[in-house]
């Protein structure tokens, strides 16, 4: 029952939006600042916008300098970040997605508690749909699959590390990302004659979660990683690093595998005990999927962040 424009700079992204709403694409010119928060204005008053949801906090700018006075606003902190410039963090509501970015908006940038709600990254639901029938694996090769930003943050220098440790054992690890490490990583990996196999980013990615038997993170820093979500929706074994939002769901040798972060032989010792104890290793991926089901897709999530949108409505 709800009226929805998406106005974007553009992206990949865009032909994933199949759901009948209207877009606007190309306003995020940060040359023409004035001219974008000219059409922004516009597109609140033709259509009568209620609310405006950001999800970046330069969109957030944006939104409170062009809305008129009576038109509500919600930004989705999706990160852990250093430094404030204090035009920010100035919706109506707040929502962040881990109680990790809770805390630093509220003890390190002083956000008033009560403007933040803490609505969790979703995984997919429809992914199963894609990812057709179980099919055996082939036992004699361990495939762990992993999936982020060749970034800093989510070091994946340390997971090639880990492999380099486990060479010889016959693990082969599917790596999927782009990013300004890519060619230090291909570098490293032909160096050492590592089994890596990099992949580009793509939207489906049923393929590596059929072959995976292990799925893996290494971040120093993830406030909620949706391939976290997404192994579990997939029902694998997950292993990560024991950072922000991967240790708010990862229970040690519950639902999965932690080990410290920046820290090569730990993830590799957490591999050596996937391998050496799959039933148990199963067990801990059975529960992580529970959990994804029960609290982490868009059927329980969507309906806090509608209510969100009804209440500021209420508001007026």
Do not use: W
């Not at 606007?24 to 516009?42: D, F, H, P, Q, Y």
């Not at 508690?113 to 036992?139: C, H, M, W, Y």
């Amino acid at each position: 029952g709800h009226k929805v424009i998406i106005a974007t700079g553009g992206g990949d992204a865009l032909g994933r939006v199949k759901c009948g709403v209207d877009v606007v694409s190309g306003l995020m010119n940060k040359r023409r600042i004035a001219r974008t928060l000219k059409e922004i204005s516009r597109i609140i008053e033709e259509n009568e916008i209620d609310t405006v949801h950001t999800h970046h906090r330069y969109c957030e700018l944006l939104a409170n300098t062009a809305k008129p006075g009576a038109v509500k606003t919600v930004l989705t902190a999706l990160s852990i970040v250093d430094r404030r410039y204090f035009v920010d963090y100035r919706s109506d509501k707040i929502i962040a997605v881990s109680n990790s970015v809770k805390k630093m908006l509220t003890e390190k940038f002083r956000v008033n508690e009560n403007k933040i709600v803490t609505i969790p990254n979703f995984a997919d639901s429809a992914e199963l749909a894609r990812s057709g029938p179980f099919q055996k694996r082939d036992s004699s090769e361990f495939t762990i699959f992993s999936a982020g930003r060749f970034h800093e943050e989510k070091d994946p220098v340390t997971l090639l590390k880990a492999i380099e440790i486990l060479k010889g054992r016959n693990v082969k690890l599917i790596l999927a990302g782009s990013g300004e490490l890519e060619d230090e990583l291909k570098r490293f990996c032909s160096g050492r004659g590592l089994n890596v196999v990099f992949m580009k980013p793509q939207e489906d990615l049923s393929d590596p979660f059929s072959k995976a038997d292990l799925c893996m993170l290494t971040s120093v820093r993830d406030p909620l990683p949706t391939f976290l979500l997404q192994s579990g929706l997939h029902s694998k074994i997950f292993a990560g690093a024991r950072t922000d939002g991967i240790a708010e769901i990862i229970s040690d040798r519950k639902n999965g595998l932690l080990f410290e972060p920046r820290d090569a032989k730990a993830a590799a010792d957490a591999v050596l005990f996937a391998m050496g104890n799959p039933e148990a290793c199963r067990d801990f991926a059975v529960n992580l999927h529970k959990e994804v089901m029960e609290n982490f897709t868009e059927q329980v999530n969507t309906k806090k962040i509608i209510r969100i949108y009804d209440e500021l409505a209420g508001m007026k």
